[in-house]
């Protein structure tokens, strides 16, 4: 069982920056895939980022690519997203997941399919004001 914290949200102007954790405990971490996904009221929830447990692939939704940056510390059994260049739209809840897929081959599907994301945190509220 792995337990996942998200924090780091809150109010932003248009054109600043926050920088999202997504804390684990539980089993081992370090070889969990992670992804960070967001749902705005009256929509689906939607693919943000994800990283392989070795941080060796990363995967971005064209809306965030260039802006956003999904990174992890082992260590700290800790992912972020560094969320620079806000925009309104990117207001919603913003969730992170982990799944215990490791195989190169099945990480692009993992990625951008919540379904198949095992373990997911509460969320946190990612507010942009324009």
């Known amino acids: 069982q792995v337990q996942l914290v998200e924090s780091g949200g809150g109010l932003v102007q248009a054109g600043g920056s926050l920088r999202l954790s997504c804390a684990a405990s539980?089993?081992?971490?370090?070889?969990?895939?992670v992804g960070w996904f967001r749902q705005a009221p009256g929509k689906e929830r939607e693919f943000v980022a994800a990283?392989?447990?070795?941080?060796?692939?990363?995967a971005y939704a064209a809306s965030v690519k260039d802006r956003f940056t999904i990174s992890r510390d082992n260590a700290k059994n800790t992912v972020y997203l560094q969320m620079n260049s806000l925009k309104p739209e990117d207001t919603a809840v913003y969730y992170c997941?982990?799944?215990?897929?490791?195989?190169?081959?099945?990480?692009?599907?993992?990625?951008?399919?919540?379904?198949?994301?095992?373990?997911w945190g509460q969320g946190t509220q990612v507010t942009v004001s324009s």
């Open positions: 539980g089993r081992t971490f370090n070889y969990y895939a």
């Open positions: 990283i392989s447990w070795s941080g060796g692939n990363t």
């Open positions: 997941a982990a799944d215990s897929t490791t195989a190169p081959s099945k990480l692009p599907r993992l990625f951008v399919t919540s379904s198949m994301w095992s373990y």
